[in-house]
């Protein structure tokens, strides 16, 4: 009798080991799920937005690299840089047309 009840007992232990597993597992699925979920295009967006304005530029030479510039030889790079001057425009007519709820559908 004493046998059986033991038996019984890592039985039962073996079957909450198992369920403590299960639940440890499902929540695991569903903390990858939440964090992988897919954005919507405004939301992502405005993540880049915000990180862009993140970012500082450091005009301090004292803080900036020091030594002897990259040689670009054999490198593509480019001969001149164009300025955008209808940039903010073109940009505001851009996000104008991402935020239609008509652009996806």
């Not at 695991?28 to 939440?34: D, G, K, L, N, W």
């Not at 500082?56 to 840089?81: E, F, H, W």
Request: charged fraction near 35%; glycine fraction near 2%; hydrophobic fraction near 35%.
């Amino acid at each position: 009798m004493a046998d059986e009840i033991e038996k019984l007992r890592r039985a039962l232990a073996d079957a909450e080991s198992r369920v403590l597993e299960e639940q440890r597992r499902r929540e695991e699925a569903e903390q990858i799920a939440e964090t992988s979920k897919a954005q919507d295009l405004s939301s992502y967006l405005e993540a880049c937005h915000a990180l862009s304005l993140a970012i500082d530029m450091v005009t301090d030479r004292s803080l900036t690299t020091q030594g002897d510039t990259t040689n670009p030889v054999g490198r593509i790079y480019p001969k001149r840089i164009v300025p955008w001057d209808d940039f903010p425009v073109r940009q505001e007519e851009i996000w104008n047309k991402l935020e239609d709820p008509t652009f996806l559908s």
